[in-house]
């Protein structure tokens, strides 16, 4: 689809292998990840409005590199949460 001089890419269905992750700044962003089995790609892109604003392939080899960055991250977030909880359930031993 074209608006003047620019090009837009029309929101396609989403494949079988592929999901949607809302952004909680809301303004209808999302996070767009799909499979591609026939290329051996994991496409990553970006919608606001319905509209794609960029895209990115990651190759397939380099999915289980993102995949534990992910973890390693979760992991970290998980174990600073316990952390906070223990701190605020252990009673102060000042005064």
Request: aromatic share 6%; charged share 30%; proline share 5%.
């Amino acid at each position: 689809m074209c608006c003047g001089s620019q090009w837009h890419m029309v929101q396609p269905r989403v494949p079988r292998t592929g999901a949607v992750f809302l952004d909680p700044r809301g303004e209808d962003r999302s996070l767009r990840v799909t499979w591609h089995e026939e290329s051996q790609l994991v496409v990553l892109s970006l919608w606001r409005d319905n509209v794609c604003a960029g895209t990115f392939r990651l190759a397939a080899d380099e999915v289980p590199d993102l995949i534990a960055l992910l973890r390693r991250g979760l992991d970290q977030a998980y174990d600073a949460a316990r952390e906070r909880v223990e701190r605020a359930e252990t009673p102060s031993r000042a005064g």
